[in-house]
């Protein structure tokens, strides 16, 4: 089982819809999450992290559910400038581990 | 600026040859990481360090190596022995575990 995983779409969305992605981890005493946008061909930028009492920002919501080991990001209202990949992120005991992302196509 | 300096953006190789990539930070991070990505992959640990003159190996150290002499600096060299190295390349720092990694701008290496 991978460490962290993602379904890696794509998903392709109209404006203005709302879309759910979720991210399991594999090791219960992961302490730290967060959710990344990577534009193609750029370096991954944060989105947000992750709390334990779920957070918002904006049009994004972003829950953590520590009992079933899965984080998930809520975009609502998308946008075109939505579409990237959404790498979710799990802060290890050193290292930071990255799921391979899911794509996110925003149609007009 | 604060942030994280990788260069050179584009790097082409010749088989059997060796070359390094640059990555500077100014943010006082302690920690330091070498991810490498592959087209349609995520990214992949080659190599960590959470302190000066101390690192470790990743998940994909193979072919690779690196340096961590000074707090602001973590080179990483791709030696002839890494068999594919074109990919794209992203240094990456942390506060803590608790914190958010920051990512350089990567360097795309490209085997000619």
């Known amino acids: 089982r991978k460490e962290v995983e993602q379904d890696p779409g794509p998903f392709n969305v109209p404006e203005g819809a709302t879309v759910a992605f979720n991210c399991t981890y594999s090791?219960?005493?992961?302490?730290?999450f967060f959710w990344y946008r990577q534009d193609c061909r750029k370096e991954p930028k944060l989105l947000m992290s992750?709390?334990?009492s779920g957070n918002e920002d904006g049009r994004f919501t972003a829950q953590l559910n520590r009992a079933s080991q899965y984080i998930s990001l809520l975009i609502r209202d998308s946008k075109l400038s939505d579409s990237a990949t959404y790498l979710c992120?799990?802060?290890?005991?050193?290292?930071?581990?990255f799921g391979t992302g899911t794509r996110l196509k925003v149609l007009a | 600026d604060g942030g994280i300096t990788q260069s050179p953006k584009y790097l082409f190789r010749k088989e059997g040859q060796n070359v390094t990539l640059s990555c500077e930070q100014n943010?006082?991070?302690?920690?330091m990481y070498w991810y490498r990505q592959d087209p349609g992959q995520g990214l992949r640990l080659i190599y960590y360090?959470?302190?000066?003159?101390?690192?470790q190996k990743g998940d994909i150290a193979e072919g690779y190596s690196v340096s961590r002499e000074k707090k602001e600096s973590f080179p990483l060299t791709v030696t002839s022995a890494q068999k594919n190295p074109t990919a794209f390349y992203l240094c990456?720092?942390?506060?803590?575990?608790?914190?958010?990694?920051?990512f350089g701008q990567g360097t795309r290496l490209t085997v000619v």
């Open positions: 992120v799990v802060g290890g005991t050193y290292k930071y581990i």
């Open positions: 090791n219960s005493a992961s302490q730290s």
């Open positions: 992750v709390y334990s």
């Open positions: 943010l006082n991070h302690d920690a």
């Open positions: 360090s959470q302190i000066v003159n101390d690192f």
């Open positions: 990456a720092t942390g506060q803590t575990m608790n914190t958010e990694a920051f």
